[in-house]
């Protein structure tokens, strides 16, 4: 059996089913496609065939025709629900890791990508360019090439929509950022962190995958090495060792435990140790996020704010920035600058905490 996938982790899901099942066979990307080959007893195959399936899916048609459909989704909620204004998420899995291709240099390459069903086109991006062309802001919630690329900047230019993302910051990686920032304080210097996590939701099943791993991977060790800025403090920081894992372990559900072994110096070179163990749950870490996100988003719409919110880096491992700035991940400057924009929006004074006021 072969056809056009939507989802991401299909691939994983498959694999991990038909092993279930005591099928055999192979699964596998080809022009465009996933293409199955399973072998079993009929009754096997058949129950195979049955949970591959699923109700909420589009009939096979081309990109450019399925982002169509996603407006005509959009046009139908704005009427059945009566709602003014909408935002969109993308709280799905984590797709697998791509670069921007020449498809993604501008609104015309990439709506001729559409027409031609270019693979460099993830489904993430289908559903962004639909919000963008329908004047719906958009935030992405996961680490994979999204909104990230020119032809979508512009096209949101283009519709004065913004945007903002990507991959919410709610464990590791928000441990991370409150730590690392007090080490450089103090100018603790960092020998090495090794972090690993255990997860057994549907996140976790997708990041088993290696493709959709190297996604979230990248957006994990960036900002370790924003924070720290070792080309200004190469005695502290130059060349420390940082591996990042993740493990699906179905027992623990929706459960997750992000383990780090921190090991840094002091005065004189003397090694210490921090050990963190964060044992939470993703799906209650993650949603304040989203209905802040909603709320802000919205709000950045009504202001005439376009194009990417930096100011909402607080949200986000791999924040989204102009190509001519870095990345801020440090969270309290994140918090900050949160703080500031709604401030600078209602026309009040900044935080500054110069305390001038205590001085004669």
């Not at 005591?22 to 009754?43: C, F, M, P, S």
């Not at 005065?267 to 749950?281: A, E, V």
């Not at 920035?321 to 870095?326: C, G, I, N, Q």
Request: one cysteine or more; proline letters at 6%; charged letters at 25%.
């Amino acid at each position: 059996m072969h056809g056009t996938v939507q989802g991401v982790g299909f691939r994983p899901f498959v694999y991990r089913l038909a092993v279930e099942l005591g099928l055999e066979g192979t699964v596998r990307n080809a022009d465009g496609l996933v293409v199955i080959d399973a072998a079993g007893t009929q009754d096997a195959v058949g129950e195979f065939v049955r949970r591959i399936d699923g109700p909420n899916k589009k009939p096979p048609a081309s990109k450019m025709e399925h982002a169509e459909m996603l407006m005509d989704d959009i046009r139908g909620f704005r009427e059945s629900t009566g709602v003014a204004r909408l935002a969109m998420i993308w709280c799905g899995s984590t797709e697998v890791y791509h670069k921007p291709a020449a498809v993604h240099q501008t609104v015309a390459d990439f709506e001729c990508g559409l027409q031609k069903n270019d693979p460099e086109i993830s489904p993430s991006q289908i559903y962004a360019y639909a919000a963008l062309k329908m004047g719906v802001p958009y935030a992405n919630g996961a680490p994979h090439l999204t909104t990230d690329t020119p032809a979508l900047l512009q096209l949101a230019r283009e519709r004065q929509v913004p945007l903002c993302g990507k991959d919410f910051k709610t464990g590791q990686t928000f441990m991370k950022t409150l730590i690392a920032p007090g080490l450089k304080s103090r100018m603790l210097g960092l020998s090495g962190w090794f972090s690993t996590n255990i997860l057994g939701n549907r996140d976790g099943e997708v990041l088993d995958d290696p493709g959709s791993f190297k996604s979230k991977e990248e957006s994990k060790l960036e900002a370790l090495e924003q924070i720290l800025q070792a080309d200004l403090y190469p005695d502290l920081y130059k060349n420390f060792y940082h591996k990042v894992r993740i493990n699906y372990y179905p027992p623990r559900g929706d459960a997750k435990e992000g383990w780090d072994n921190i090991d840094i110096f002091g005065w004189l070179g003397y090694p210490m140790q921090i050990k963190i163990d964060f044992l939470c749950r993703d799906s209650i870490l993650a949603a304040p996020l989203v209905l802040d996100l909603v709320l802000f988003m919205d709000l950045a719409q009504r202001a005439g704010m376009r194009g990417i919110q930096e100011w909402l880096s607080f949200y986000f491992k791999a924040p989204m920035h102009a190509p001519e700035l870095y990345p801020e991940h440090d969270i309290f400057i994140q918090l900050m600058k949160l703080k500031n924009t709604l401030r600078w929006m209602r026309g009040e004074d900044l935080i500054t905490h110069l305390g001038l006021e205590y001085y004669d």
